[in-house]
């Protein structure tokens, strides 16, 4: 019997324009420790940047000081993946997502970003696959 792979939203797409948290999104079901994070942004206005961190958690309620992983700084519209690693993170049973959001320049100070971020995991096959691979192109 197959395990049911996780594939959800780290963040439903949603417009803002103050720094915020996603919800605790519950990984310890997962066979693979290792997920593909996708960063869709599709509106924004100019002069302003997005940073988007992952946070792990062992309980869904505690959150470490330091972000597990993080986008590079954003300015534009467009899809940005990101491959997510827990295995170094043995006892993150639960990631969520944390925004930052900064506006500069002329008009309004108030950022506005139109973004969603989606979660999936990444299949042990495919993983194997992968690292084989590159162990072939080394």
Do not use: N
């Not at 197959?2 to 310890?28: I, R, Y």
């Not at 994070?37 to 302003?48: D, G, R, S």
């Not at 973004?115 to 299949?123: N, Q």
């Amino acid at each position: 019997m197959a395990m049911a792979m996780t594939d959800t939203s780290l963040v439903a797409a949603q417009t803002v324009t103050a720094k915020g948290d996603g919800p605790a999104v519950d990984v310890s079901a997962a066979s693979s420790r290792v997920f593909l994070v996708t960063l869709a942004i599709t509106k924004i206005i100019e002069q302003e940047s997005l940073d988007l961190s992952i946070f792990g958690s062992a309980d869904g309620a505690t959150w470490g000081a330091k972000s597990i992983a993080a986008f590079p700084q954003k300015f534009y519209c467009g899809e940005t993946p990101l491959l997510l690693d827990l295995a170094g993170h043995a006892d993150v049973k639960f990631v969520r997502a944390h925004w930052e959001v900064a506006r500069w320049g002329r008009g309004t100070e108030t950022p506005m970003f139109e973004f969603s971020a989606a979660l999936k995991e990444v299949p042990a096959s495919i993983l194997k696959e992968a690292t084989a691979e590159a162990k072939a192109m080394a």
